[in-house]
């Protein structure tokens, strides 16, 4: 039987939020944030929206390369939103981040307001993907793009994986996600198993029919 008191990473999560202190390199940069970036090609004058945020490893970089535009960080995690809270006080372009306290599945934006969406390593805690992914539409404008993407920590090749180890977060099949964006409207939808910093993920991306 699967621990259900550990996390898809391996950590244990009877510890509450302080359990996010023992992993802060991993959640402060991280390349396959980074890489998101990249992915989502994240123009200057965009409205972004990055879901379940952490403590920034990519809202923090995408304030960085934003002249006009604006990052809305969302999570769930009081602490994790206060922490970035603190973080961004000294970064460049701190003014262009917002956060705000939400979900996936509930996203304080109004329809249509948001140009790119992005989650990494956020999805396999959502309670409803399918709500979640509705939920994205609707406040993607005609033409947005979204990408989520997850380290795949089940694979034998990822560092944190240990042999024997399962994961309790089980997420549905590629085939499913692409149902699901697809029959939720999504277009352009793909996914793709690739290796970022030498690490296996599983990237979704979809885009809102223009
Ligand atoms: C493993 S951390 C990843 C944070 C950050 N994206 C990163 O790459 O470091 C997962 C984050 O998802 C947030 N989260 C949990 N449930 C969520 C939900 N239903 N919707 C959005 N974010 C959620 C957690 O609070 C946490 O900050």
Not at 8 to 20: A, E, V
Not at 148 to 156: N, Q, R, Y
């Amino acid at each position: 039987m699967p621990d259900p008191h550990t996390d898809p990473h391996g950590h244990s999560t009877r510890t509450s939020k302080f359990r996010y202190l023992r992993y802060f390199g991993d959640y402060w940069n991280s390349p396959v944030n980074s890489h998101v970036l990249e992915l989502v090609q994240l123009q200057p004058h965009e409205r972004a929206l990055d879901i379940g945020a952490g403590m920034g490893p990519a809202a923090i970089p995408a304030a960085g390369i934003l002249t006009q535009g604006q990052v809305v960080a969302i999570d769930p995690s009081a602490f994790m939103r206060r922490v970035l809270g603190i973080r961004r006080l000294w970064r460049r372009g701190r003014r262009r981040i917002r956060i705000l306290n939400g979900t996936a599945e509930s996203i304080p934006v109004a329809d249509g307001s948001i140009d790119a969406a992005w989650a990494v390593n956020s999805m396999h805690h959502w309670a409803s993907i399918a709500d979640a992914v509705k939920e994205i539409l609707r406040v993607l404008r005609p033409g947005g793009r979204m990408l989520l993407l997850d380290e795949d920590f089940d694979h034998p090749e990822h560092k944190s994986h240990k042999p024997g180890q399962t994961n309790p977060h089980t997420m549905p099949s590629e085939e499913d996600l692409i149902d699901l964006l697809n029959s939720s409207g999504f277009s352009n939808v793909a996914a793709k198993q690739s290796t970022v910093a030498g690490n296996p993920v599983r990237r979704l991306q979809g885009e809102k029919p223009g």
